[in-house]
């Protein structure tokens, strides 16, 4: 473990915090704090929810399907390209939402039916906030274990506390913390910097991996030694996959449809117009792929 590998951790996290508190001196009103002012820009919307999907969870996520089911799969996943694209150009769900000049989708359930709505709502979506809280860090906190080379547990004034512990509570104080500072506006101004900084990196982490490997004498030969029904190159060979199969791809269609409302929340609705958030969705959807 090296001063770099600190460096690399540090320095990122201290800049995202310095950010987050820096900009709540912009915050004047409830719609800085909401929805950012709805002052954002279709550049900096595509930008935003790309680090926001590219959460630690999602990426851990996309290397098991990769592990599990090679390329294969990539095939059909291929399907969701026109369908994100068409819901994007159509502003699908988009356009009706900013009519009602709701900032939350809180708020547009109460003007659309009725407060007890609402607070159900608020209570099932708490829930599902607190179950997915419990995993995501936890995710998290297992990386920096393993990437820091941090012990198992930490001495502190006789006490043996176990170093996920301690881990997971502090990414859930800076993550509350980055939120209660500055609201949507700290997220947005935090998410783009990520995203601006997320493509040259990935890039510089496609080359290395492309240089330290061989394609056809390491990869393709691991790939290819599979038994029938669990190809990880013919995506007419797949019936026998598990977990990450057709049926995985169809729920996913299903959901996409289903939940395109349910992200209205992020950075789309800080769109200075519907127009914006829609020219971000399909710069999104172009980008993602």
């Not at 002052?39 to 990426?59: K, Q």
């Not at 080379?149 to 001495?155: E, R």
């Amino acid at each position: 473990m090296s001063i770099i590998d600190w460096l690399i951790v540090i320095i990122p996290v201290g800049i995202v915090m310095w950010l987050g508190w820096y900009v709540r001196r912009y915050i004047v009103g409830i719609s800085d704090y909401l929805v950012a002012g709805r002052l954002a820009h279709r550049y900096i919307i595509c930008s935003t929810n790309i680090a926001t999907a590219l959460g630690l969870v999602t990426l851990v996520a996309y290397v098991e399907i990769q592990y599990k089911t090679g390329f294969a799969l990539q095939f059909w996943n291929s399907l969701l390209l026109p369908l994100s694209l068409m819901l994007s150009l159509s502003g699908y769900c988009l356009y009706r939402f900013r009519e009602t000049r709701a900032m939350s989708i809180g708020q547009f359930l109460e003007m659309r039916y009725n407060r007890s709505l609402r607070i159900f709502a608020c209570f099932l979506r708490s829930i599902a906030e607190i179950m997915a809280n419990v995993i995501m860090p936890a995710i998290a906190a297992r990386f920096f274990i393993i990437f820091l080379g941090l012990p198992q547990a930490i001495n502190i004034f006789g006490w043996q506390c176990p170093t996920f512990t301690l881990i997971v509570a502090l990414l859930l104080v800076l993550a509350i913390s980055l939120i209660c500072m500055g609201g949507y506006l700290s997220l947005i101004v935090t998410d783009t910097i990520q995203g601006i900084f997320f493509s040259p990196v990935i890039i510089v982490f496609i080359v290395f991996v492309l240089w330290k490997f061989s394609w056809p004498s390491e990869v393709v030969q691991v790939m290819l030694d599979r038994v029938p029904g669990e190809s990880f190159l013919n995506p007419y060979d797949i019936s026998n996959l598990r977990d990450f199969n057709i049926f995985m791809l169809i729920v996913t269609i299903v959901a996409t449809l289903l939940h395109t409302a349910s992200g209205l929340t992020g950075g789309s609705n800080c769109a200075i117009t519907a127009h914006e958030g829609k020219m971000a969705s399909i710069l999104g959807t172009w980008r993602g792929a």
